[in-house]
Every structure is written in structure tokens, then in C-alpha cells.
């Protein structure tokens, strides 16, 4: 994720669903982990960012996303999810909020770090710029597929991931998909919702991939314009 892009109408969409995914699943998890995979920000926006109202968030959710924008932006202010008022509250964990993903050896330290943690009764988000590794590039924009693998290998059963997506111009979500699909580690149990060109996909294992399927059922009936899949990778 880029700095930049904070308090806009990505952030309305991601903050909610997490904050309804963390409280509203049965049982509910302890705590958001979350991953920034942080990356430098661009020199120039071209296309500006979308107002964070452009979502149909809830207005408590929306008033902590705009508080996002505050400079100097950081994302500790993102800790404040977990106990925003009148809303059911939660711990927050942000993993290591002012290092960048870096390349090579820093990467594959990231990671180790990361999984040296407890990990229990989370629900782990991963914020890469555009998501998955596509067929081209596996850069730092992306979570790569063997990374996946081990922090499947690395999660508890009673935790989920969740992994940003963004979807490409030209490209449907069925190709999409299907090249996630192809790069997971066999018998992951994923869950996917998306709205235009962002999308989330959660992946667990075991009785978690019911609590995930259940809660992601009830936020999308709240909101009209998303849509789900669900899959089991082979």
C-alpha cells in the first residue's frame, strides 16, 4: 500500500469490511492483524484519488476514514479502527507501519519476521498495491504466490488472511480468479467479494472458512453492488 491513498474511497470499502469481518463473524476474532506491505508513494497522481464518501460505508467508519487524510500521514492512526465509538471494539496490530516491503533479501526478512509472531485468532489483512502476483510480474506492488504458501503453512487454523485485489482494466473477475486459483496451495478454502475493480479474498482453513463464508454473506447483503465466490483451490 502507498501513504498517499489513505482516507479515500478504497479505504471506506476495506475499513468496513474488515471492521465487520473481525466483529460479526461467530465466533468473532480477537484481533486485526494487519500487513501494510508498505511501498513509497508516487511522485505524481494522475487521476487524483476518489473521495472516501464514494463508498457507502458506515458513517462512524467513514468519519475514521477521512481521519486518515490528517498530515502527516501515517498508519498508526489505522490502530483506531478497533475502538471507534458506539461500534464493537477490537485490538489492532500493525506489523512494523513505517518499513517498506523492499526487494529480495529484505523481502524474504519481512516475512520471516512477520511469521515469528503469534498469530492465533486473527484476522490477517495483506494490503499489496495490486494484490496478487499476475502472470507477468511478481514485484513489490504484489503478494507472491510462495509467500501465500507460507504463511499458510504458518497461520493457525483459528485465523483467516485477507488479501487485497485490485482488478485490472480490460480483465474480468472470472480471469481474475482463475489465475489466483491456479497458484494457491491445494485444499486452501477461499472466499472472495469485490465491487468495480477492488476485491478482498479471504483464505483459511478448516471450521474458519465457515465463519469467513457466513459473515462475508451478511455484509454483502447490506450492500447491493457486491459480489461473492467462494472456492476451494486443487
Not at 486485526?32 to 494522475?46: G, I, K, Q, S, Y
Not at 487485497?164 to 480468479?177: M, T
Amino acid at each position: 500500500m502507498k501513504l498517499q491513498f489513505l482516507g479515500d474511497s478504497r479505504d471506506s470499502f476495506k475499513w468496513d469490511l474488515l471492521h465487520h469481518m473481525v466483529t460479526q463473524a461467530e465466533p468473532s476474532f480477537d484481533r486485526l492483524l494487519f500487513v501494510p506491505m508498505l511501498t513509497a508513494d508516487d511522485p505524481e497522481l494522475p487521476h487524483g484519488t476518489t473521495p472516501a464518501g464514494r463508498f457507502s460505508c458506515r458513517p462512524k467508519i467513514l468519519n475514521f476514514v477521512e481521519s486518515l487524510r490528517t498530515q502527516p500521514r501515517g498508519l498508526e492512526r489505522v490502530a483506531r479502527l478497533g475502538s471507534i465509538n458506539e461500534l464493537p471494539q477490537f485490538k489492532v496490530e500493525i506489523f512494523q507501519p513505517s518499513r517498506e516491503l523492499g526487494f529480495g533479501w529484505l523481502r524474504v526478512q519481512y516475512w520471516r519476521e512477520f511469521v515469528s509472531l503469534p498469530l492465533a485468532d486473527a484476522l490477517i489483512f495483506l494490503d499489496p498495491d495490486n494484490g496478487f502476483e499476475s502472470a507477468k510480474t511478481a514485484g513489490e506492488q504484489h503478494v507472491r504466490f510462495g509467500e501465500i504458501e507460507l504463511l499458510l503453512q504458518s497461520v493457525p487454523d483459528s485465523s483467516a488472511i485477507c488479501v487485497f485485489q485490485y482488478r485490472p482494466q480490460g480483465q474480468p473477475w472470472e480471469r481474475v480468479f482463475a489465475r489466483i486459483e491456479t497458484g494457491l496451495p491445494a485444499g486452501a478454502v477461499v472466499h472472495s467479494i469485490h465491487d468495480g475493480q477492488l476485491g478482498f479474498v479471504f483464505l483459511s482453513c478448516g471450521p474458519t472458512g465457515y465463519r469467513v463464508e457466513s459473515a462475508l454473506a451478511a455484509y454483502a447483503a447490506g450492500h447491493c453492488s457486491l459480489r461473492r465466490r467462494s472456492w476451494r483451490a486443487v
